[in-house]
């Protein structure tokens, strides 16, 4: 354990951490653009900043590492000041569109420079001015917004493991590109969108079928049914429609989805989405309810087995199932129904 | 397998062979010809031919003609020695070369119009190591550069060299070479400063199943051509130097990391690379011991940046070259995440003879905190353009005045850049502040890798800044706020003020932009990227408020401020009316002539051509 001073109070914490972790512990906010504690630390967006006493230059709390005795301000006048002018040279070179940005209520700078009182970017001079490219069916990729965190970029690339994005140029005319900048439709993309979820601006946002307000919608936690990994994300909700997706740092997932949980939601909502079960009379599938499906199903197998025996039944099950509801799958089969004929489609 | 005794041998016969030009021989006659960066892009390689040729068709027998590293002189380029007289011939052009071998060579009569200006004082004629511009330089990096021939290994084993490789293997243990560095207080001179020996121990004491040496030669400010003229006139010194760290620190693979835009270093790293192979100086068992070490050449692809430690080795690994955040130390975490030692081309060319000589030798000279020396590219408005090495502690004055020669056309001293892009411009009244690491730093300038830039009354103080800044803007990696936006915004107001647009605020802005971006950048880059912003500011806010409130630059360089005048000495002649591109001067035959200011696009035709210099610039 080491015992350091944090704005003039004693904690103890665990060694070998860095800074910003022990602040995020005690629960002291610090701000931060380019931080995800999945990814290694980048210290591009330098907000994180904070003096260290002893220290000349003011350090990156998400780079550096607690030590016994250390004495760190958070929120010096000399840290704010830092803070303010980073944000300002952010927001300069940034559109100054929140009332229309389909981020606001979710935007970090927005977040930070209404925190921070910068109502304006104040330098004024040139801004990256580049088309945005909508060319992906599931998500738009607007430069102008982008602040060149990089989450995207290293999220793709350290997680994701896909490296279909990287940076071009240099200096100001740095920019998130595909290769060749020829547009994510073009690039081995496979939009999982999680470069998306990571963006702390409205630079990647997903395609909206729906126009919504961040706190308009309600965050509704569930697993997604796609597969049997058991990812954790949170459906949004506006009344009662589903109008968007996001991950959710489960065991399983870590914060990652892929296209279909990221982006396939809009069956929940739809009006050829079966609701009940249907039973085929005179030729015709007709709506029935469940104890009525139940009981065809269990005379149907007892006839069945009656009449050929259990090795007439096999079972096939879907890969959108939980493990939990495959498990129960096999063992209807195997132990009431009596027969290991019994597979799944992820198998094949 | 090279032995001690089979280096030795080699030493004492081609030590036999440079007899002439070490001056123990006075018996025929010795050609050196500088083939540094200058005067090798202006033709000393036909020179070098053309001697020969010469030489061949008069049947000399006894004269020897090579092409040796860089003589420092770029200024009178290309340069050519003689000896064993030590005669100093400059500007040679091929059709000199008759003359040369006519008199000098044939008949021994020196051919004083071609001689270098300086080496004849009160009618008498100087060897090049009298002469001003060699005398107060003391030579331990470029010890062997302008001597020896940069492509022959045994020349380069003639003047002890791989003497120090072997004491190390054979005599030394890793920890003594260690204590032996930190006791000589070699500090690192890319620019930081940061003791070599210290450094080294850090790697040392860090147990890894691999460590890594690396030679930084992305030598990138503007102006500076230190480390590439060790490489092209002595690259063994390198090498040598890295290998000595390899063993001390453990290492067994080493990398230079240099940028392509240096062809002919890196052609001449490649031919020395393999003749250290092929003795056995490189590779396998060195000196019989179990030390091995090898070298590989990683070519830059002309980004500034790469020079910043990490960047370079996140280059190195194939990766786009962008700092990485200092959570670890590279000694530690370095290359591939194992211990690396780094060091810049010039620290490493000191090892060798530090090794040999001792650290109380190389203590002696320099000053305590700062021993040894310091190469420095000097360039700008000196009259000997070139490069120079000196005993750290000696003044600015010194360096400019007594070896550079001063300030040509009689014009006056105003600033010395030092430092390059992250460093600062340094006024008159601190020229006679000695050239150390602290005593630059106190000054807001740093020492820098060796650039030193000097600026004469002409030159605008603004202007500069912002030719800085432009050069920074443009090599900035783009990683960090502070740097990526930050000094494209103090760019943007530099141009503004340059531009006559500049307002008050844009003053404050200015020093508030330095403060984040010196403290918030990520790497070195970054922040000293204001340097030069903050050290003009320091000591020239007149010409900053010249420019801002009376809209007038004072040194008269800023186009847009500038006005054309015709005074009152107009003799009527009609020269600069009829010359004018846009037609913008009128006036009668005989009779002052008016220039429009609206009309005038500020091309000084008309004070080129005006035989009575009537036409002022204010």
């Avoid at chain 1, 709390?61 to 250390?70: A, E, F, P, T, Y």
């Avoid at chain 1, 945005?132 to 990729?141: A, G, H, L």
């Avoid at chain 2, 500007?91 to 270098?116: A, F, M």
């Avoid at chain 2, 000696?394 to 030092?418: M, Y």
């Amino acid at each position: 354990m080491a015992e350091i001073t944090i704005n003039g109070k004693k904690y103890k914490v665990e060694d070998n951490i860095t800074v910003l972790e022990a602040c995020r512990k005690i629960g002291i906010d610090i701000p931060t653009l380019c931080y995800d504690d999945r990814l290694e630390p980048h210290a591009a967006c330098r907000l994180c900043l904070v003096e260290i006493v002893g220290r000349g230059k003011l350090e990156t709390s998400c780079s550096l590492k607690v030590r016994d005795g250390m004495i760190i301000e958070t929120h010096s006048e000399r840290v704010i000041r830092a803070r303010k002018d980073i944000l300002n040279l952010l927001f300069s070179n940034h559109p100054n569109d929140c009332l229309t940005c389909d981020k606001s209520g979710d935007c970090k700078l927005q977040d930070y420079c209404f925190e921070y009182g910068i109502e304006m970017g104040s330098y004024v001079g040139e801004k990256k001015n580049y088309p945005i490219d909508d060319s992906n069916p599931f998500y738009t990729y607007d430069p102008n917004k982008c602040i060149l965190c990089g989450k995207c970029v290293r999220v793709c690339s350290e997680l994701q493991c896909t490296d279909a994005i990287g940076l071009e140029n240099r200096g100001f005319n740095t920019k998130v590109v595909t290769p060749f900048d020829m547009g994510l439709a073009t690039s081995k993309c496979v939009s999982c969108g999680n470069c998306v979820a990571a963006c702390p601006v409205g630079a990647l946002m997903p395609k909206k079928k729906e126009k919504y307000r961040y706190w308009e919608i309600n965050k509704v936690r569930t697993t997604c049914s796609y597969c049997g990994v058991g990812c954790q994300m949170e459906l949004l909700v506006k009344g009662n429609k589903v109008v968007g997706v996001e991950p959710y740092k489960g065991k399983a997932n870590n914060g990652l989805l892929c296209v279909k949980g990221r982006f396939a939601y809009s069956f929940i909502n739809h009006p050829d989405r079966l609701k009940t079960p249907l039973i085929k009379k005179n030729g015709k599938f007709e709506e029935a309810s469940w104890d009525e499906a139940y009981r065809l199903i269990v005379n149907k197998v007892k006839e069945i087995k009656g009449q050929y025996g259990p090795e007439a039944f096999a079972g096939l099950t879907s890969a959108r199932c939980t493990n939990e509801e495959n498990y129960l799958f096999q063992k209807l089969f195997r132990a009431v129904i009596g027969t290991n004929n019994v597979d799944h489609c992820a198998r094949l | 397998m090279m032995t001690i005794q089979e280096l030795n041998e080699i030493k004492e016969r081609t030590l036999k062979t440079m007899e002439l030009r070490l001056q123990k021989k006075d018996t025929g006659k010795h050609v050196l010809i500088c083939g540094g960066p200058g005067c090798h892009s202006s033709n000393a390689g036909e020179i070098k031919e053309v001697f020969e040729e010469k030489i061949r068709e008069k049947g000399l027998d006894d004269v020897k003609v090579t092409l040796a590293g860089c003589f420092g002189l770029c200024e009178t380029g290309p340069n050519v020695e003689i000896y064993p007289e030590g005669i100093f011939y400059s500007r040679i052009k091929v059709e000199d070369i008759d003359k040369i071998v006519d008199s000098h060579l044939c008949k021994g009569e020196i051919v004083e119009e071609l001689l270098y200006e300086g080496s004849i004082e009160d009618g008498n004629i100087k060897p090049v190591s009298e002469v001003d511009f060699y005398k107060k330089q003391v030579k331990i990096a470029l010890r062997n550069c302008g001597i020896i021939d940069y492509e022959n290994i045994d020349e380069y084993i003639a003047l002890d060299g791989y003497q120090a490789l072997a004491k190390v293997v054979l005599e030394m243990t890793p920890q003594e070479v260690i204590e032996l560095m930190k006791e000589a207080n070699l500090r690192g001179r890319g620019g930081a400063g940061f003791p070599a020996g210290r450094k080294w121990e850090t790697a040392f004491k860090y147990p890894a199943d691999q460590k890594y040496v690396i030679c930084n030669a992305d030598e990138g400010d503007p102006g500076a051509f230190m480390d590439r003229s060790i490489l092209e006139g002595d690259p063994h010194s390198v090498l040598e130097a890295m290998a000595i760290c390899g063993y001390a620190i453990g290492a067994d693979q080493g990398f230079i990391y240099i940028r392509a835009e240096y062809p002919v270093a890196v052609h001449r790293l490649e031919v020395a690379i393999r003749q250290a192979r092929e003795k056995g100086l490189l590779g396998k068992n060195i000196f019989g011991t179990d030390f091995n070490f090898d070298i590989e050449l990683r070519l830059g692809a002309g980004a500034f940046v790469c020079g910043e430690g990490t960047a370079l080795m996140e280059s190195i690994e194939g990766k786009r070259g962008m700092p990485r955040p200092k959570i670890h130390r590279t000694a530690h975490r370095g290359l591939w995440g194992k211990p690396t030692i780094i060091n810049n081309v010039e620290t490493f060319a000191n090892v060798p003879a530090i090794i040999l000589k001792g650290a109380d030798w190389f203590k002696s000279i320099g000053t305590e905190d700062s021993p040894g020396t310091k190469v420095f590219a000097l360039g700008g408005k000196i009259k000997n353009t070139g490069l120079v090495e000196i005993p750290m502690g000696i003044t600015l004055r010194e360096i400019i005045f007594d070896i550079g020669g001063g300030i040509p056309n009689g014009k006056e001293f105003k600033a010395v850049q030092t430092g390059g892009p992250s460093g600062g411009c340094i006024p008159k009244e601190h020229l006679d502040t000695p050239v150390d690491f602290a005593s630059l730093g106190k000054l807001g300038s740093i020492m820098g890798s060796g650039g030193m830039i000097v600026l004469d009354e002409d030159d605008c103080m603004v202007d500069i800044a912002r030719f800085f800044l432009d050069f920074t803007v443009d090599e900035s990696c783009g990683k960090c706020v502070p740097c990526r936006e930050g000094t494209k915004r103090m760019l943007e107001i530099l141009e503004r003020i340059v531009n006559g647009e500049g307002t008050p605020e844009d003053l404050d802005r200015l020093e508030s932009l330095a403060e984040t971006i010196t403290e918030g950048s990520l790497c070195g880059l970054g922040q000293t990227a204001a340097n030069p912003v903050i050290s003009t500011m320091k000591y020239f806010r007149d010409e900053y408020e010249a420019h801002v409130y009376e809209k007038r630059c004072p040194a008269g360089s800023c186009q847009a401020l500038l006005e054309f005048f015709i005074t009152e000495d107009c003799i009527g002649c009609t020269k600069c009316a009829r010359n004018c591109p846009v037609s913008c001067i009128e006036g009668k035959v005989k009779e002052r002539h008016v220039i429009d200011t609206g009309k005038c696009i500020k091309c000084g035709t008309c004070m080129e051509v005006c035989p009575v210099g009537a036409v002022i610039k204010r």
